[in-house]
């Protein structure tokens, strides 16, 4: 079964003001790309196509000025407007009808992964069709995440929120695989004291089926968090550095899309001059 994917790009950005008092803080650019890029090409390498953007509807018209239905980097986008934000399983209730009866992967559109073999690592989790598979950092500061402990043999023993006293440093990334049941088990969660419903609440309903599955993404691996000015900037010199070392594009849609078959010469061509005078319009001439 095919899976389908969803952005959830809501939220406030209150950590980002007065940057994000007039825009969706996933249109900020990291380097030289809207931040959404980063999360969508996430999805694309796992293999999907068939997309949902979550966001607040004041924000729906800018969206599609920049994605439109998705066809140019051959995807199918849904937009789907959250009036107030509720928590992340909220997105698999407002999504009920675009992911149907299919297995989904939800990613935080503020989330940046980038690592050799990553591609690997999501097409194989893509694969999967039972349970939920979840994908874990090591942190610094793990009181300030969802924080996993695993047994000597990698299974997951416990599941904190932001901990006072962690039992591990690994981190809940913002990429979660499920598999079809998870509708009904995010709508028969509670919300908690901070009146969300909470990530962690349906990963301990896979976690007591025992069907979590934890990958630890090593020490080759990065995983941006970009909420706050401090780690928005950061992720620009990180994409920046790297991108005029390699001379090689980052979360490129229309470069992942031609080399996966889902679009031809025609359409880059196309990106080509509607990019032209840019260094990412530069970057796609040498594609074809």
């Known amino acids: ?58 924000f729906m018209d800018s969206y599609k000025a920049l994605l439109g239905d998705g066809s140019e980097f051959g995807l199918e986008i849904t937009m789907i407007a959250q009036e107030t934000p509720k928590g992340l399983p909220d997105a698999f209730i407002l999504g009920e009808k675009f992911i149907g009866n299919s297995e989904v992967v939800l990613i935080l559109g503020d989330n940046l992964f980038f690592g050799h073999g990553l591609s690997d690592l999501l097409l194989s989790a893509s694969k999967k069709s039972d349970g939920s598979n979840i994908f874990l950092h090591h942190v610094e500061k793990p009181t300030q995440y969802g924080v996993i402990e695993l047994s000597d043999k990698g299974n997951v023993l416990s599941i904190e929120e932001k901990p006072e006293f962690p039992k591990s440093n690994l981190a809940i990334t913002g990429l979660y ?18 009146n969300e419903l909470e990530i962690v609440d349906l990963l301990k309903i896979y976690q007591a089926k025992g069907k979590l599955n ?50 031809d010469s025609s359409k880059i061509e196309k990106a080509c001059k509607k990019y032209s005078g840019s260094s990412y319009g530069s970057y796609l001439e040498t594609l074809i």
Request: some cysteine; overall charge positive.
């Open 1 to 58: 079964m095919n899976k389908k994917g969803i952005i959830l790009a809501g939220g406030t950005g209150s950590r980002l003001y007065p940057l994000t008092i007039s825009s969706n803080k996933h249109l900020l650019p990291i380097y030289d790309k809207p931040m959404i890029f980063y999360s969508l090409s996430t999805l694309m390498i796992a293999g999907i196509k068939e997309i949902a953007l979550i966001t607040s509807p004041k």
């Open 177 to 194: 695989f499920f598999d079809s049941e998870v509708v009904g088990y995010a709508k028969h969660l509670s919300p908690s004291s901070r």
């Open 214 to 263: 934890p990958t630890t993404l090593g020490r080759g691996f990065a995983w941006l968090d970009t909420g706050t000015p401090e780690t928005l900037m950061n992720a620009s010199h990180f994409i920046s550095t790297l991108e005029k070392r390699q001379g090689l594009k980052i979360a490129c849609l229309e470069e992942i899309a031609f080399q996966k078959g889902w679009i």
